[in-house]
């Protein structure tokens, strides 16, 4: 069992930046790929940005390609999702979600449907 908990939402000026967390709790956190997700209000949840268990292998969607960063801290069992240069349309509900591979795995998912466990989201607002 894996529980997560984001932090790091909240209101931001167009051009602004946050970073998002993702606190994990459980075992065998390194066992684990980690993604971020977005839903907007009256719109799908859709894939934002992932990383492999073992860090190695990142992969962003285009929306998010050079003005958002994902890392990982496996020491800290921590995902973090820094955003930079944010615009009015980056404002969602960012949600953390995290799929079994393998210790150390290479690979990272992008499906909703590919996740094993949900966070319960953290807002982001970007005002214009």
């Known amino acids: 069992q894996v529980h997560l908990l984001e932090s790091g939402g909240g209101l931001v000026q167009a051009g602004g930046s946050l970073r998002l967390s993702c606190a994990a709790s459980g075992r065998a956190f390194r066992a684990y790929a980690v993604s971020w997700f977005r839903q907007a209000p009256g719109k799908e949840r859709v894939f934002v940005a992932g990383?492999?268990?073992?860090?190695?292998?990142?992969y962003h969607a285009h929306s998010a390609r050079d003005r958002f960063a994902i890392s990982r801290d496996n020491a800290k069992n921590t995902v973090y999702l820094q955003m930079d240069r944010l615009k009015p349309e980056d404002t969602a509900t960012y949600y953390c979600a995290a799929r079994y591979t393998d210790y150390d795995g290479v690979d990272y998912f992008t499906g909703i449907n590919d996740s094993d466990y949900w966070g319960q989201g953290t807002q982001v607002t970007v005002s214009s």
């Open positions: 990383i492999s268990a073992n860090a190695r292998t990142k």
